[in-house]
DNA sequence: CGTTTTGGTTACATTAATATGACAGTATGG
DNA sequence: CCATACTGTCATATTAATGTAACCAAAACG
């Protein structure tokens, strides 16, 4: 695996926080650890994680709503998350199901089994871009191998202008304002001018040179967006 | 700008509040102030606004307390706070997350970076209207990528001519007036000419071609109309 | 018909938004 | 510690969008 993923874990508790920090590092995953939905939230916007796991019962926010939160929120929606509940009542099932959870795990349950699931899970969610190279019109990009070609020719790109193309390639044919985009390329809480967005833009442009600068379309009054569409 | 976003600033400090109110307003969002807990829950209730300011010290009730009422009652809990803290200690900042508070600000702070927090807090909480493209037709406009296809062929508008088209495309067999457009695609507070209206619609018109033109038929005496019948 | 209204069109000055180039402060990797 | 690459922010240039007025065309009116 190119780069380790992370994972948050949400659980009121230490002591369980702990042991499946433990397991999942032993299997290759790097771990932020939360213990409510507050924290949990701020990790989030901050840290960008892979994917959540989220306890059912924890006091104040629940589990269930602080789901329903991120699924809600653009920029949350689509973290992939695993509830642990305790008892294995269809009824959460179903309620976690209905909220977009995309998997649960009854306690106790062993390390094998956590790590198995939040494999599958993370193989069936993780989308083109994030580990499969994307193409367009003859522009590659390869997460991979961190590179980016321009029919064969390696095209040099600065890290925020690389981070900017993935977004951009893996979200294509949307226009996005400026703060969006502070938002998903930058990360939520950092606080930059918004015109340092077009300098980007102009420095991605520039890279990306005559053949393909078309891509990045101005969006007048709105922002940009990334099309193979004239 | 539909309607400005309304912002209750609560601090007891008045030079404070007003430091704070011309900022925002300069910023384009409409103020209220509230010098305690007391006035400003009655504020909240009275006038509903989009987002609540609130200073960490307060005689009294302090503000601490005041976000975790706000969060327990039904009615407020959705309201999205911002804390203000004198000193950047990561106490407050923790037990104000745990509260629920959205953001926190600590002081001093410039009116640009409080700006920019304000907008990324009610970007992120205000829940986004539904987003589907309309199609007339063969004519589409889609939101979400920001763009009218004539049978698929992008149409090119200015801002205001696509704010019109997506009015008109939302508001269909109906006659505006001059006024009502100016109201409902300029926004409330602006003074332009009447007649503005009528080279708008003349630039949509050119930009819809032949094909569809027609869609936009005047109404003698009154105004403009959106309809496929003629 | 001639006159009066009302809407259509065009040209243009002004304003607003974006593009660009340069710079200084920071990280980064030897 | 130095050399180099990145970042974010300005100031300035460029370009697009906007609102108005002047003038033209078509109805409505009598």
């Known amino acids: 695996m190119s780069v380790a993923k992370r994972v948050l874990i949400v659980d009121d508790e230490a002591p369980i926080r702990e ?5 999942l590092e032993m299997a290759g995953y790097d ?11 701020a990790a989030i916007l901050d840290q960008k994680p892979d994917m959540v796991l989220l306890d059912w019962m924890m006091p104040g926010v629940s589990g269930i709503d602080f789901a329903r939160r991120l699924r809600k929120d653009e920029v949350t929606a689509d973290i992939p ?8 009542e269809e009824d959460n099932k179903i309620q976690g199901l209905e909220v977009g959870v995309d998997d649960y795990i009854t306690k106790p349950f062993s390390p094998r ?12 969610t993780t989308p083109k871009g994030i580990e499969e190279p994307v193409t367009v019109d003859d522009l590659t990009l390869d997460p991979v191998s961190h590179r980016v070609l321009s029919e064969e020719t ?3 790109l600065g890290p925020t202008e690389f981070r900017l193309l993935q977004f951009f390639m893996t979200h294509q044919d ?21 015109r340092t967005v077009d300098v980007h833009i102009r420095r991605l ?12 379309q101005t ?12």
Chains 1, 2 share one sequence.
Not at 184 to 189: P, Q
Request: positive net charge.
């Open 113 to 124: 089994e956590l790590v198995a699931r939040l494999k599958t899970v993370l193989r069936r």
């Open 174 to 194: 949307r226009a996005y304002s400026r703060s969006q985009l502070l938002d998903m390329v930058w990360g939520g809480n950092v606080y930059v001018e918004e």
């Open 19 to 23: 042991m499946i920090a433990v397991a």
């Open 205 to 216: 442009r520039k890279a990306l040179g005559e053949r393909h600068d078309y891509l990045i």
């Open 31 to 41: 771990c932020l650890e939360a213990q409510n939905a507050q924290q949990a939230h």
């Open 219 to 230: 969006v007048r009054g709105t922002g940009y967006r990334f099309s193979v569409k004239n």
């Open 154 to 156: 390696p095209v040099d």
């Open 81 to 88: 998350i695993i509830m642990l509940t305790a008892k294995a």
